[in-house]
């Protein structure tokens, strides 16, 4: 997979937004291929069929789609002979754990990855038993590596990663107030 990610981002422009350039999110052997026009697709989608028959790996069709986020009506894409299924691109779709749209709109992302990091802290400083140490690494080690991945593919806004670093903090001086307090 490496080689293929690798021919994606130095062959394809991807799709841009305020600098940040995005070309493929990948997991073991999921890919999704983002470009901003159709040239860059069926080059990326070239790229992809000349790697699957070197390799030997297979699209599967009943999970491959595609999405245009674009007035124009263009033709169903066709790889290795299968028609790819068309996705609304005014919904929002969960890809790897990541809730993306074509619009880049991360309203619901950004809902979701509050939602688990406010409920891994409310879960981890639940522990009385802990000192404040443990508590910390807990959440340096539970909590925020998700964000830390969700952040590999979406630019979170400055604002509400200095909120979410505002309550991380709050809860866990409340916490330890709390630990010390059971503990003595």
């Known amino acids: 997979m490496a080689l293929l990610l690798y021919a994606l981002n130095n062959q394809c422009k991807g799709y841009s937004n305020n600098g940040y350039n995005l070309t493929t999110a990948a997991i073991v052997d999921n890919v999704a291929i983002v470009t901003d026009n159709p040239n860059d697709m ?5 790229i992809l069929y000349d ?8 699209i599967n069709p009943n999970k ?5 986020n674009n007035t124009t009506k263009l033709p169903t894409p066709k790889f290795n002979g299968i028609l790819f299924k068309e996705l609304s691109n005014n919904l929002t779709y969960k890809y790897l754990s990541i809730h993306i749209s074509l619009n880049l709109c991360w309203n619901e992302q950004i809902k979701q990855s509050e939602k688990s990091l406010r409920a891994s802290l409310d879960i981890i400083t639940k522990k009385f038993y802990l000192n404040p140490t443990t508590l910390v690494k807990l959440i340096n080690t539970i909590a925020f590596p998700s964000l830390g991945y969700h952040m590999q593919c979406i ?6 990663l200095q909120a979410m670093e505002k309550a991380t903090t709050h809860t866990l001086k409340r916490a330890c107030r709390t630990t010390l307090s059971h503990q003595s």
């Open 42 to 46: 069926r080059k990326a989608l070239h």
């Open 51 to 58: 790697f699957s028959k070197i390799t030997g790996m297979f």
């Open 64 to 68: 491959s789609a595609y999405m245009w």
């Open 155 to 160: 630019q979170f806004n400055r604002d509400w």
